[in-house]
C-alpha cells in the first residue's frame, strides 16, 4: 500500500479546529493518521515538511485563465499550475473570456480543456448578460445545466437595475449565486485610484468610494427582493464593509472579498516606493513621507 509521512510541518484542519506542529500519514490517497512522531509503515515514503504548512487544499473564488481567446497571458495548464504551486486545489473561472462564457458551448470546451489539461478542479462561471455588455441576460438556465457554479459578468458591473433584478430572480430560480464587480460606472468614471488627497496631489483622476458603495448597497436592496445570494467582489471600500456587515445581520444572504493590495497598501503607495507600504497592518492615513504641501 503506498504511503506517505509528512514530518515536521504545521498542521491546520478548521473543520477540527487543529492548528499544531506535528506529523500526517496518508495511506491509500488518505489522511490515516495526525499526531507526533507518528510511525509508518516501512516502505513509506518520508518527507520532511518542516517550516511548511500542511492544510485542506485553498480555493481561489476568483480566477482567469483566459483560455479561450486570450491564450497568450494565461491558459488552463498554466493557469491550474500556478494554482497547485501556490496550495489551490480549487478555481473558480472567470467568464471574461474572449469570446465570452456566456452559452452551455463555451462552458463544454472549457470542461473538456480541464479535463485533459487542468492539475486542480476548475469550476466555471457564466455570464449575466451576453457577452458580458450589460444589456441583454445570457441563457442562465442552459448555463446552469451546463454546469457553471455562478453566473458573473465580472469586471462589468450590470449598471441597469432592472436586468440585474431579472438576473437574481433566474440566479434564484435556478439555485445559482450571482457574484458582481460593483462599481457604479457614472461616478467612477475613468478614474484609477481613491479620490482623495493623493488623487488630487498626483494629478490622477480620482474614483469616490461611494462608487462601489453604490452597488453594493443595490446588491442588498436586489438580493432582499429577490432571495438570490450576491457576492459582492473585489471591494475595496470601509463603506462596504459595514454596508453587508449590517445587511448579513438582517439575514440578507449576500457576502464580499477583498484583494491583498486593497488590504496591504494605501492611497500614498501609488506615489511609489515601499516606504509608502502599510507596515505590521497598519493602515497609513496620513502620508508616511511629504509630497509637495499639503493643502
Ligand atoms: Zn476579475
Known amino acids: 500500500m503506498n504511503s506517505l509521512l509528512l514530518t515536521g510541518g504545521r498542521v491546520i484542519d478548521p473543520a477540527n479546529k487543529f492548528d499544531s506542529i506535528a506529523d500526517l500519514l496518508i495511506v491509500a490517497g488518505k489522511i490515516s493518521a495526525i499526531g507526533q512522531n507518528l510511525s509508518a509503515p516501512q516502505d513509506a515514503e518520508r518527507l520532511d515538511v518542516a517550516?511548511?504548512?500542511?492544510?485542506?487544499?485553498?480555493?481561489?473564488?476568483?480566477?482567469?485563465?483566459?483560455?479561450?481567446?486570450?491564450?497568450?497571458?494565461?491558459?488552463?495548464?498554466?493557469?491550474?499550475?500556478?494554482?497547485?504551486?501556490?496550495?489551490?486545489?480549487?478555481?473558480?473561472?472567470?467568464?471574461?473570456?474572449?469570446?465570452?462564457?456566456?452559452?452551455?458551448?463555451?462552458?463544454?470546451?472549457?470542461?473538456?480543456?480541464?479535463?485533459?489539461?487542468?492539475?486542480?478542479?476548475?469550476?466555471?462561471?457564466?455570464?449575466?448578460?451576453?457577452?458580458?455588455?450589460?444589456?441583454?441576460?445570457?441563457?442562465?438556465?442552459?448555463?446552469?445545466?451546463?454546469?457553471?457554479?455562478?453566473?458573473?459578468?465580472?469586471?462589468?458591473?450590470?449598471?441597469?437595475?432592472?436586468?440585474?433584478?431579472?438576473?437574481?430572480?433566474?440566479?434564484?430560480?435556478f439555485g445559482l449565486p450571482v457574484m458582481d464587480h460593483c462599481q457604479d460606472y457614472s461616478l467612477v468614471t475613468d478614474g484609477v485610484m481613491h479620490e482623495g488627497y493623493w488623487s488630487t496631489a498626483l494629478g490622477l483622476r480620482g474614483w469616490p468610494s461611494a462608487g462601489e458603495e453604490m452597488i453594493v448597497a443595490r446588491n442588498i436592496l436586489l438580493a432582499e427582493l429577490t432571495g438570490a445570494r450576491i457576492h459582492c467582489q473585489h471591494l475595496s471600500a470601509a463603506g462596504s464593509v459595514a454596508l453587508l456587515r449590517e445587511a448579513k445581520k438582517r439575514g440578507v444572504p449576500v457576502s464580499g472579498e477583498a484583494c491583498p493590495h486593497h488590504f496591504t497598501l494605501t492611497d500614498p503607495a501609488i506615489a511609489g516606493g515601499e516606504k509608502f507600504w502599510a507596515q505590521d497592518g497598519q493602515a497609513l492615513d496620513e502620508p508616511a513621507v511629504a509630497f509637495g504641501q499639503r493643502p
Open 51 to 173: 517550516g511548511k504548512t500542511v492544510c485542506p487544499g485553498l480555493i481561489d473564488l476568483h480566477v482567469h485563465f483566459r483560455e479561450p481567446g486570450q491564450t497568450a497571458k494565461e491558459n488552463i495548464a498554466s493557469g491550474t499550475a500556478a494554482a497547485a504551486r501556490g496550495g489551490f486545489t480549487s478555481v473558480v473561472c472567470m467568464p471574461n473570456t474572449s469570446p465570452a462564457i456566456d452559452n452551455a458551448g463555451t462552458v463544454a470546451l472549457i470542461h473538456e480543456r480541464a479535463a485533459e489539461q487542468g492539475v486542480v478542479n476548475v469550476f466555471v462561471t457564466g455570464a449575466i448578460t451576453k457577452n458580458i455588455a450589460g444589456e441583454e441576460l445570457a441563457p442562465i438556465g442552459s448555463l446552469r445545466k451546463a454546469g457553471v457554479v455562478a453566473i458573473t459578468d465580472d469586471g462589468h458591473c450590470v449598471q441597469n437595475n432592472e436586468l440585474m433584478r431579472r438576473a437574481c430572480e433566474y440566479a434564484k430560480m
